[in-house]
Every structure is written in C-alpha cells, then in structure tokens.
C-alpha cells in the first residue's frame, strides 16, 4: 500500500573506484528490483488506471475520465478521513516515542533483569494485530468487560461507543503493540553509544539526566528518524486493528483513510473512487517519508561520531 | 443471511482486508477480460456455498444425495466462509469464473450480477416447472425478481426479525409485552428504574440498529414508504412518513432506551443475545436466527421458558399492516451464465430434485428453522422447539408484506451509504432531516 518508499538509490560517486565496482554490485539489485517492479509499481499503475474507470468489481470496467476523482474529492468523508488519518498518526506518534525511547535507553544498560525484562516487553509484538483486537474488544466490553468483571466503575465506560473514548482505545492499543518494536530500535541505537563518552561526561561531574540530554538524545538523533518514519508511515496502513475494533466507528469518528479505502472498494462496490483514495494514500505515504529523510539533515551518511 | 460467530467476520474480513490496497485493487482489474466457461473445470458442475454449523452439513447432505442418485451428473461442492465467499464470489463472478450454482442472498447483490449479465433469467423454467414454483413461500421469490424476472431459486429457510423478551424481566416489574410503541415508551422508564436496560442492541454492526427503523418505517407509513426508495423516487426519504419514523427513533435513544454503551457492542460476538439472556436487558429485536444461540448459551433461559417473542407492535397513528414483517425472506440459488449447457442442465435438476427435498426440509426443521417450503408447518408440531417455529411459520406465511432487509435490498453502493448513515442516527450526531438529505442523495444508485 504505502510501503513503497523509495528506494535508496546509491548516489553516483565520482570515485573512479567505487564506479568500477558498482557495475558488478549492480546485478545484486536485480532480484529486488524485480520485485518490487512487479509488486509494487505494477500495482500501483494499476490502481492509477482504475481510478480513472468505474467499475463495481463485477461488470465490465468503463473508462470515465475524472467521475472518480470528482467523487472522491467532492466527498466531504474525505477531508475527515484525512483528518482522522493525521489524529492516529500524530497521537500515537506523540505516546510512542518519549516512551519507546526511555524503555529503549533502560534496556540497553547489560545487566540480566533487564534482559528479562526485554523479552518481557517484546511480547506484544509476537500477537497480531487482529487477535489483540478481538482481545481488547472483549475486555472493554462494558457489560462483560474487565470493568464488569472487577467491578470497578471507572473501566466501565463506552470505550468503542464514544468519539474521543475510541480514538483514544486506539491509539492505546496501538502504543501497546509497537512500543516494544520501537524500543528494540532504540535499545541498538542506544547500544552504539561509545561509553568513552559517558566516561568523559562523568570525570566532567554531569549527572544522569544530563548524560542523557546531551550525550544519549543527540546521538540518537538518527534512530529517532528512522523510528518516527516507521511509525508516521506505519500509521497510514492501521487497518487491520481499526477495521476489528471499532469498525471506523462510533459513526465515521476512527475511519481513517485505509479503513476509507477498503469500505468503499469492497464493501460499496466502488472501485473507482476507492483506487482513488489508494493514490491519495501513497502520495501522502511517499510525502511524509521525504519530510522526514529532509528532517534527518541533507546528509545521512555524515558520522554521528563528530568530535570523537 | 448468517450473522454469527466472531471468527467469521473478524478473520477472514482481515485475510481480505490485508490485500485490500493497491495490489489486490490491481488484481482484480485483469478480471472480466476472461471469460472461459464457468469454473469447476471441464464438465463438472460446481456449487459454492458457506460453512458453518447447521447450514454446511444439509448442504453438504443435499449434494451428497444428488450425486448418488445421478452418478453422470455430479456436482462439486466448495465451502466458504461468510465474508470470505462475499468477496470471493464477486471476484469470482467479475473474472468470469463463476460457479454452476450461485449462492446468494438476492436483492441489491443479485442485481448488480443481473446488470453484469452474470446469471441466466430462471422465469421461462419456472413457468415450465410450477410444481417447483408452487410449493415454496410466494413472499421469498420478492428478493429473487428484478425488473419483474426471476433470477434465482430461493431456498432454504425463512428467518424474520422479530421482538424477544425476558418474561423475567417483565415479572420483576409486573408489566406486560408492549402491544404498541407507547407502550414501549412507557415501559422504557420502568424498566430503567429497575436497573434493567429496556432493549439489548449490538450497535456497532449497524445492520441491528438498521431493523429497528425497518419496522418503524413499516408500521408508520407501511411497506410503500421504503418501497420509494428503493424504486429510485427522487427524495423517498424525506416522506413525512419517513422523517417521523426517524425522529421516533432518535427518541427512543434519548430515553435511553437502550443499553448503556450499544455502541461498543456488537452481534458478532453474541453479547447482545448475552445481554437479554443474562437478564440485563429486557427485550432485543433481532433474527429469528439468534434463538439457537440463545439456546446453546443461555443455561435454562430457553429450555425454562423465559424467552418470550412477538412481531414487533404496531404505532399509534400508522398504517402499515401490524402482520408485515422484515428480514430474510430465504436463501438464494442463481445459475451462472458462462456455465455450458450441460452444467446449467445439471444445475436445473438439482433445483428440482435436490434442493429442499423432503430429507432436506427435515434436516432445516431438525436444526429449528422453518424451511421456505409450504406446509412444512405439519413437520414442526412434533419438535423441541415446535412452539417457537410454529410462530416463525406463522409469523412469515401470514405477513401481508415481508419485506427483505434494507441492506440486501438495495445496491452494495447504497447499502453502504446506509450503514453509515443509521449509524449516525443512532450516535445523535445527525438529525432525522440530514438523514434523509445523505440518503437522498444515493437514491437510485
């Protein structure tokens, strides 16, 4: 769907060397390149052409100009669901990141509690993401939920039945389940550190939170990028979870721009406008995935090790 | 239409829904240029149908018998779960890979086959075969007929919605079953005080909140006022008529009339039918597919006869006929029309000899339904649940008007537009007016 970031293509070098040598690593590409010609570009001209058709997934296709994109534009389901997309994307952005990284910064510390713990942790990744929804469904029913069953009011609420409430479920369940992924990132990115540096920070008398602001969040910097672009990105594809939990629901309140897509191609028969909103999707994917490498600085490849 | 278990839904929407980007959007689109002849391969007729307790096995049983008994014409049977086979059929269908034999639910799906040129006209065989004809429920070939043809056998069973109730619940307040809508306004702040929800509902499928304004909208202003809407008048859903039904509704919601957080709930998981069981709600419109659930999961609720069950009361001032009723009026077998000859002749004597044969009929009967067939009502006095069964043949045989659902009814496109809408209605979030503005503006699509 939106997954197909671009391909970081080796940047021609001048280096009369490497060019000698890339004509050879060239061919290694070839397997990937295939693929992803044949899965994800080819799809994705497909679906280019089909939104400029109508066709009801069951008759002939008629070519129809721009009735799709007139429809789908005109919509005022659209702008909501892109709101809605941009809420889930923002909100569990906002949850996952200071907590992945503080579990991800404990965990790298080598003592064997927390190596327990980072099995621990890592546990909701393992669970898909249907099952933990039809798992969280059942606990926050409010009639024989877990607010019910113990008894205590406070969980007893419309948690799937109220705009804010759901959208909030979400992003709860969605934090759940990636916050381990994220954290594993970090754990590596955090591992990388030299401790000479820690070592010479401590002879200068900084404490913990000062290590950590100066020395662990700078040098992170880049893993920061690369988790917020999994997740910003990620975020564009929660279908799964979302079509099982609320449905879209209450009302249209969490139809994000997938859940959008999939009702209106494989429920209402409407390819057209729905291959429509699957462009939309990919141009919003792509978009967000350039921001964020212009984000990281012009050049990826400079060392992170400056001053060592 | 099955609605049940959990699994069905949720797991195989999400096989589908995993392809359901750019990549299977592309698939697809290679579909209608193929048109070879109908799928099962060369010679032998296929059937798909659904899984799922009881249905697969007298199926299954119905295919079985006819093989035996025609060893050179047989049929191949594949099983599909619910919303698997919606989809799979429909692509099926589009890639001109139909099977013989279409499984269906008629109405809006049927037509959008009919308008592809997907399935044969069956009117001139049911001419030619009336005993076939004759002997099913007239009201079940409504959702069969388009623009005044039939396109598919019904079969199967009948399953109307109707009203069950706790009679615990009503002892508790020493009240009797609603005979009117004021008396179920007025029964709504008692039961309430006894902390009881007056109605169970699983909100968020929409489709349960959908058969509340099937009757409402029937009782109020008859079968005609739907009845425009689906035959594409300009502006059916600001009727009058309409608006009331819909302002009714959204009062029965502000009176809490029921159950605290319905929109978290849904029917897949059966808690709506927990609800009444359990003794938290008092009463719960639903299929009458939801009484074996009841039974198996109710403990002594059923076999103790607490449940209760009418056809939903009439409303002061309405003039729908009170016998009408809702729901689905049978299941539906189509022939498709890039099957052989052959196969299509296969298919035609199994229609005749198979399907709802006598062993059949019992088997449906056996698994507490009512088959579509007449008469059958001679069958039923001898069983467990005879006094329910009995009521569903009553309840189907005498409706003036059985309607079928809304959303089978109209188009896949409308039937959408639908959902969503009712949905809204029920969260308060849209008055009754922008109600019929959205849906106007679908009519005919």
Not at chain 1, 34 to 50: D, K, W
Not at chain 1, 89 to 118: C, D, K, N
Not at chain 1, 208 to 224: A, D, E, G, H, W
Not at chain 2, 359 to 383: F, H, M, N, R, Y
Request: proline share 5%.
């Amino acid at each position: 769907m939106t997954a197909f970031a671009p391909p970081a293509g080796p940047r021609a070098s001048s280096d009369p060397a490497s060019r000698g040598r890339s004509g050879a690593v060239g061919w290694l590409a070839v397997p990937a390149l295939v693929a992803f010609v044949a899965f994800g570009v080819v799809p994705l001209i497909g679906v280019l052409a089909l939104s400029f058709t109508t066709w009801d997934s069951i008759g002939a296709i008629r070519p129809t100009g721009f009735d799709s994109w007139r429809a789908v534009l005109t919509d005022p389901g659209l702008p909501h669901a892109l709101w809605v997309t941009f809420e889930v994307m923002a909100l569990s952005w906002l949850v996952q990141t200071p907590i992945s990284l503080l579990i991800g910064v404990f965990l790298a510390g080598r003592h064997r509690y927390r190596e327990l713990l980072a099995v621990l942790y890592f546990i909701p990744l393992l669970l898909s993401a249907a099952a933990i929804a039809i798992t969280y469904k059942a606990l926050l029913d409010p009639n024989f939920g877990l607010g019910a069953g113990l008894g205590v009011p406070l969980l007893v609420q419309d948690w799937l039945g109220r705009p804010g409430l759901a959208m909030g479920v979400i992003v709860f369940v969605v934090s759940w389940q990636w916050i381990p992924f994220h954290s594993l990132i970090y754990q590596s990115g955090a591992r990388q550190i030299p401790r000479a540096m820690y070592e010479a920070a401590e002879l200068d008398g900084a404490g913990r939170v000062r290590q950590f602001l100066s020395i662990t969040l700078p040098q992170l910097k880049y893993t920061i990028i690369t988790s917020s672009t999994l997740m910003v990105v990620g975020s564009l594809t929660f279908f799964d979870l979302i079509f099982v939990l609320t449905e879209g629901g209450p009302g249209d309140a969490t139809r994000v721009l997938a859940l959008d897509m999939y009702k209106r191609g494989f429920q209402a028969n409407l390819m057209g406008p729905a291959s429509g909103i699957a462009v939309i999707l990919v141009l919003v994917g792509l978009a967000l995935a350039l921001l964020l490498r212009r984000l990281g600085g012009r050049d990826q490849s400079a060392s992170q090790l400056e001053g060592m | 239409m099955e609605r049940t278990t959990i699994s069905r839904r949720t797991f195989l929407n999400l096989a589908v829904g995993a392809g359901a980007g750019a990549a299977l959007a592309a698939c697809g689109s290679s579909g209608p240029t193929g048109s070879t002849g109908g799928g099962g391969g060369a010679g032998s007729t296929s059937y798909w149908f659904l899984t799922g307790a009881p249905g697969e096995a007298i199926r299954q049983g119905s295919v079985d018998r006819f093989n035996q008994a025609n060893p050179d014409t047989q049929i191949k049977a594949t099983t599909f779960q619910n919303d698997a086979y919606k989809t799979k059929i429909k692509t099926a269908i589009g890639a001109g890979q139909a099977p013989t034999i279409i499984w269906g639910w008629g109405g809006g799906g049927l037509k959008s086959y009919v308008d592809a040129g997907q399935v044969d006209d069956l009117t001139g065989w049911f001419g030619e075969n009336a005993a076939v004809r004759d002997r099913l429920f007239p009201s079940s070939f409504g959702a069969a007929t388009i623009d005044g043809k039939i396109y598919a056998m019904p079969a199967e069973t009948v399953q109307p919605i109707v009203l069950f109730y706790d009679k615990r619940a009503f002892d508790k307040i020493k009240a009797e079953p609603p005979q009117s809508w004021d008396d179920i306004m007025a029964l709504v702040p008692k039961f309430n005080a006894a902390n009881i929800a007056p109605f169970s509902l699983g909100g968020q499928s929409r489709w349960t909140n959908m058969m509340w304004l099937e009757f409402l909208f029937d009782r109020i202003g008859g079968a005609e006022v739907f009845q425009a809407v689906f035959d594409g008048e300009k502006d059916a859903w600001s009727n009058p008529k309409s608006i009331e039904a819909l302002t009714r509704m959204q009062d029965l919601i502000k009176a809490d009339g029921f159950v605290k957080g319905f929109s978290s709930i849904t029917a897949d998981s059966n808690a709506d039918q927990a609800l009444l069981y359990t003794g938290r709600a008092a009463m719960m419109l639903h299929g009458t597919w939801t009484y074996g659930g009841m039974k198996a999961d109710g403990g002594d609720f059923v076999s103790g006869g607490n449940l209760g069950w009418m056809n939903f009361p009439p409303v002061e001032g309405g003039t729908g006929d009170p016998s009408d009723t809702v729901g689905n009026p049978g299941q539906y077998l189509s022939i498709s029309s890039k099957a052989t000859a052959e196969q299509k002749e296969t298919a035609k004597k199994f229609f005749t000899e198979a399907v709802l044969s006598d062993a059949e009929v019992q088997a449906w009967i056996d698994a507490g339904s009512v088959p579509i067939v007449k008469g059958s009502e001679s069958k039923l006095a001898g069983t467990a649940d005879a006094e329910f069964l009995n009521f569903v043949y009553e309840t189907s045989a005498n409706a003036k008007v059985f309607a079928q659902s809304w959303d089978q009814a109209l188009s896949p496109t409308a039937a959408e537009k639908l959902l969503d809408n009712i949905a809204q209605l029920f969260q308060l979030s849209i008055t009754p007016q922008q109600y019929a503005a959205n849906m106007n503006g679908v009519i005919g699509q």
